[in-house]
T-cell receptor
Framework: AQKVTQAQTEISVVEKEDVTLDCVYE???????LFWYKQPPSGELVFLIR??????QNEISGRYSWNFQKSTSSFNFTITASQVVDSAVYFC?????????????FGSGTRLLVRP | DTGVSQDPRHKITKRGQNVTFRCDPI?????LYWYRQTLGQGPEFLTY????????KSRLLSDRFSAERPKGSFSTLEIQRTEQGDSAMYLC??????????????FGPGTRLTVT
């Protein structure tokens, strides 16, 4: 069965520290898509990235980087030089290629608090 | 291009009352999704539309819940005879859905329902 696990419930760092948010997924599909969303205190989920199962290339976007490793079924998210504005709940999600709805299966989220 | 909008943003109702929420997706997005998010959890899939057709419903969607997307544009989610367990954030998302490379879902701000 499909599942997304975010074992870190809450992380607290001081501004400018680097922080990595872990995500482990389970799926039997060979084609699938992985996502990260940010949910700031305002509540609206903001799309950050999509990764396809057939593309293991890591990605960097500004201070954000993502490490996708199929061998360990992980899709970790690193924020470099964290800022107070990064404080939010971050969700990892999975969508399976064999599911025509492509609905998202979310983890339980990691709350990140960046202290000044 | 405006984002996904939802109305109302907050709804307080008494147990046993009916409530209806509205979602306006990003224009020309074929796919529309409803999710429910309870405190401290990730969103859970409720139902999905491709244009006006409702193609999948979660087991979470009891008989008291009904959703429509009559003209393939906006959607409504109705809950009849509300129960306290229905208290949650109801999120709507849309995606272009033209190809697997466009399956990112964009979320609205949500409707927070409180059943007293």
């Amino acid at each position: 069965a499909q599942k997304v696990t975010q074992a870190q419930t809450e992380i607290s760092v001081v501004e400018k520290e680097d922080v990595t948010l872990d995500c482990v997924y389970e799926t039997r599909d060979t084609t699938y898509y992985l996502f990260w969303y940010k949910q700031p205190p305002s509540g609206e989920l903001v799309f950050l990235i999509r990764r396809n199962s057939f593309d293991e290339q890591n990605e960097i976007s500004g201070r954000y980087s993502w490490n996708f490793q199929k061998s360990t079924s992980s899709f970790n998210f690193t924020i470099t030089a964290s800022q107070v504005v990064d404080s939010a709940v971050y969700f990892c999600a999975l969508s399976e290629g064999g599911d025509s709805s492509y609905k998202l299966i979310f983890g339980s989220g990691t709350r990140l608090l960046v202290r000044p | 291009d405006t984002g996904v909008s939802q109305d109302p943003r907050h709804k307080i109702t008494k147990r046993g009352q009916n409530v209806t929420f509205r979602c306006d997706p990003i224009s020309e997005h074929n796919r529309l999704y409803w999710y429910r998010q309870t405190l401290g959890q990730g969103p859970e899939f409720l139902t999905y539309f491709q244009n006006e057709a409702q193609l999948e419903k979660s087991r979470l969607l009891s008989d008291r819940f009904s959703a429509e997307r009559p003209k393939g544009s906006f959607s409504t989610l109705e809950i009849q005879r509300t129960e306290q367990g229905d208290s949650a954030m109801y999120l709507c998302a849309s995606s272009p859905g033209q190809s697997p490379l466009t399956y990112e879902q964009y979320f609205g701000p949500g409707t927070r329902l409180t059943v007293t």
